[in-house]
């Protein structure tokens, strides 16, 4: 393996960038739509730009439906994008498999939120850690060395203990370790996790998250965070990122998003994450009636800004106008798209 190389790469290079990063999934046609011009789609993501850099983790946020894993797979170039562009080291990437693919995979690995979906239940761990070293020509001369050295850095010691079992025979939390150490045969510069902790027994989702903290740090990798847990989004990344149905509505530092959220979604999300003083039953009754109601249809979203419809603070131009993306000032690079920061059209 040789990431040791590219662990010296500088921390803080930019890895893998979206640019107005588009996807609608067209919807089948009914038989009474076949004449009409017009062709609905799912307007799943819309305009999203992250920038995932060495030795970072950036948190993408969100309800289900709003968007994030297909994030995800635009960024591993598992879908065709609709629209705007993704950049591998400044360089636009569209890749449709084959040896372009791998050769992709290589710099890019995806961890899925199912470890047991994900791994293969016919085969063993030696099997799929083989394959994945193989693959990208990461075995070396010592292919026993290769595949202990994998499953050291995810911390399945000794590793003779599970090189031979099957997927089954582990813990959720042993195959998610298991996946990461997979992807991490390929040598990756950047790792996009879907979710790789909800699916896990709560006390074990900790380990979890801190390994990948530790790979980050040990080999300077590039993490993109997914998850619907803004609380462990504070705790894991350095960078947090807010989608709602399909556009991002907030960004800046972990820290000063979670603690002085700025878009009215951000502070329902974190309102609506489990707090200990909400089980006192001891709950406003205003505080509940705020933001309530359903995500909104992606195939005719709302004009204007998509949350308008839930929006507490809403305004008439919210329904009209699509909002910007608006400097708050109270931390370097803390944004909202939300026409409740328009000093300008405030005055
Ligand atoms: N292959 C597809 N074809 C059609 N629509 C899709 C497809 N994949 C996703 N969608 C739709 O795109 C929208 C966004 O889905 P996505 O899975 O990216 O959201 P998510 O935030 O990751 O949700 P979850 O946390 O539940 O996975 C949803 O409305 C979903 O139904």
Redesign the pocket.
């Known amino acids: 393996m040789t990431s040791t190389q590219d662990a010296k790469a500088p921390a803080g290079e930019v890895v893998l960038e979206a640019i107005g990063l588009t ?1 609608h ?3 089948r046609r009914r038989l009474r739509d076949l004449f009409s011009k017009e062709h609905d789609a ?1 307007h ?2 819309d305009d999203v730009h992250l920038t995932l850099r060495r030795g970072q983790v950036v948190a993408l946020v ?12 635009l960024l591993a170039q598992l ?1 065709p994008r609709t629209g705007g562009d993704i950049q591998l080291h400044g360089r636009s990437t569209t890749v449709k498999g084959g040896r372009n693919f791998r050769g992709y995979a290589a710099r890019v690995q995806m961890i899925f ?1 199912d470890p047991f979906a994900s791994l293969n239940p016919v085969h063993t761990i030696r099997y799929h850690l083989t394959r994945a070293l193989k693959i990208h020509h990461n075995a070396g001369d010592d292919l026993d060395a290769a595949l202990a050295a994998l499953l050291t850095r995810v911390s399945l010691t000794p590793p003779e203990r599970y090189l031979d079992k099957f997927p089954h025979e582990l813990s959720g939390g042993q195959r998610q370790r298991v996946a990461i150490a997979r992807a991490l045969g390929a040598d990756p510069e950047a790792l996009l996790a ?2 790789p902790v909800s699916m896990l027994d709560v006390s074990i989702r900790l380990g979890v998250l801190n390994l990948l903290r530790d790979l980050k740090e040990r080999l300077n990798l590039a993490i993109l965070y ?1 998850t ?1 847990d803004i609380a462990s989004a504070r705790y894991f990344a350095d960078e947090t990122l807010v ?1 709602y149905a ?1 556009r991002m509505v907030e960004g800046g530092d972990s820290e000063t998003v979670t603690q002085t959220p700025a878009h009215p979604y951000t502070r329902l999300l974190i309102d609506s994450a489990p707090d200990p003083d909400r089980l006192t039953g001891d709950i406003d009754p205003l505080e509940e009636d705020r933001g309530n109601g359903e995500p909104p249809s ?1 195939i005719r979203p709302p004009s204007g800004c998509r949350f308008h419809p839930r929006c507490p603070a809403a305004m008439p131009r919210c329904s009209t106008d699509l909002p910007v993306r608006l400097e708050i000032g109270d931390a370097p690079g803390h944004w909202a798209a939300c026409w409740l920061y328009d000093k300008a059209g405030a005055q």
């Open positions: 996807k999934f067209p919807v799912v799943a993501v969100g309800e289900s439906g709003s968007g994030k894993s297909t994030v995800a797979r879908y939120q879907d979710e997914i619907h989608m399909g992606l």
